[in-house]
């Protein structure tokens, strides 16, 4: 076993979803497991905790340190108790998306490790050490695809009224600019017919309110056909079908990391309307793949949004211009060999 990978939250996250991925790649080139059992396919190696401690008791038999990659805090905690109590014989490296301030826990954490990963130039900025290398998330184009006949053919065959679609795919809460979308969108379809909104993921009980009170305002503006919770999908198998039929997809997170559905809808040739925040400002060219507004920012929110939608026939461009960037820069297949690269290095 030479990478053990850290898998502690065993709710389905934007982590999980990244690691899952460039895990895909990674099964054929190393010998890898993960330490936790949630989400991972079959034919994945999992170690509970105590079988990983086992395990990296010795070096390697050509003398290297296993490497073991997190990417959340509790994953750092994890490694740090193998190494230090456990006496395991690991390298540690740990990936960074935050792009605010750490926390001091955090800021320990990072001092600890042996190697820094950040997912951007913003998540780099906050880094109070250089990172050991900045290695942005990425996408399979071949899993996110553009459709046969169009945009709007798509749309049709997946049963939604309008003429074409405008998603949203986040857990859903405030942070996340649901409402955002929402209060940008309203005015626009009581002017315009041909848009419907597509709000993809799920609503923990935290956020049954606030969800609620979203759903008690469009039903007043007679949008509740229209502006459609779908609730928690599967996201292997209707994701990349609903990114084929919509036409622009929006990201409007007050704070993010780094942001996996931007790229997801690039690929599929949506154009897209994100915040400043996570890796958005380093992924989107202001009108060539969509629109860039400020965090937590309604009016501009709308004002992207209604622009996009009374020019309909440029976002096909835009949809193109996406995907190609997605392609050149930001596949999961790029992400998956920089990462092997610097395991490699270890040691």
């Known amino acids: 076993m030479e990478v053990i990978l850290g898998n502690s939250n065993s709710r389905f996250s934007g982590v999980t979803s990244t690691m899952l991925r460039v895990l895909e790649y990674h099964k054929d080139e190393i010998n890898i497991a993960v330490l936790g059992k949630h989400h991972l396919p079959e034919g994945i190696k999992s170690l509970s905790f105590f079988e990983c401690a086992k395990i990296c008791k010795k070096l390697l038999a050509n003398g290297k340190h296993r490497v073991f990659h997190a990417r959340r805090n509790n994953e750092v905690i994890q490694a740090l ?13 740990f990936t960074s998306t935050a792009q605010r301030e750490h926390t001091w826990i955090t800021r320990w954490l990072i001092r600890q490790v042996d190697s820094v990963v950040a997912t951007c130039s913003g998540a780099a900025a906050v880094l109070k050490r250089n990172p050991d290398a900045i290695i942005p998330h990425g996408v399979d184009p071949k899993t996110y695809t553009l459709p046969v006949d169009g945009k709007k053919v798509e749309w049709a065959s997946l049963g ?23 209060d940008a969108m309203i005015p626009i379809m009581k002017e315009n017919p041909a848009p419907t909104v ?33 609730g928690k999908i599967h996201y292997d198998n209707e ?7 919509l036409s622009i997809v929006t990201a409007l997170s007050t704070i993010e990391g780094f942001g996996l559905p931007v790229l997801e809808a690039m ?81």
């Open 81 to 93: 108790i193998l190494k230090k109590i456990f006496r395991a014989k690991i390298k540690i490296i």
């Open 198 to 230: 597509l709000i993809a993921g799920e609503t923990t009980q935290s956020n049954e309110g606030f969800v609620k009170k979203l759903k008690e305002k469009i039903k007043e503006e007679n949008l509740e056909d229209r502006i459609i919770f779908l």
């Open 267 to 347: 690929a599929s040739g949506c154009a897209v309307v994100a915040s400043r925040t996570g890796a958005w400002e380093d992924i989107i060219e202001e009108n060539v793949h969509g629109k860039l507004v400020p965090c937590n920012d309604t009016k501009s929110a709308h004002k992207a949004l209604k622009e996009l939608t009374e020019n309909y026939p440029n976002l096909e461009k835009m949809g193109i211009n996406g995907r190609n960037r997605v392609k050149e820069l930001y596949t999961i297949e790029s992400e998956a060999k920089s990462l092997l690269n610097l395991y490699q290095r270890q040691d």
């Open 239 to 245: 994701v990349p079908k609903l990114m084929r039929g």
């Open 160 to 182: 939604y009224p309008g003429e074409y679609g405008i998603g949203i795919f986040a857990r859903i809460r405030a942070q996340k600019g649901i409402g955002i979308l929402v």
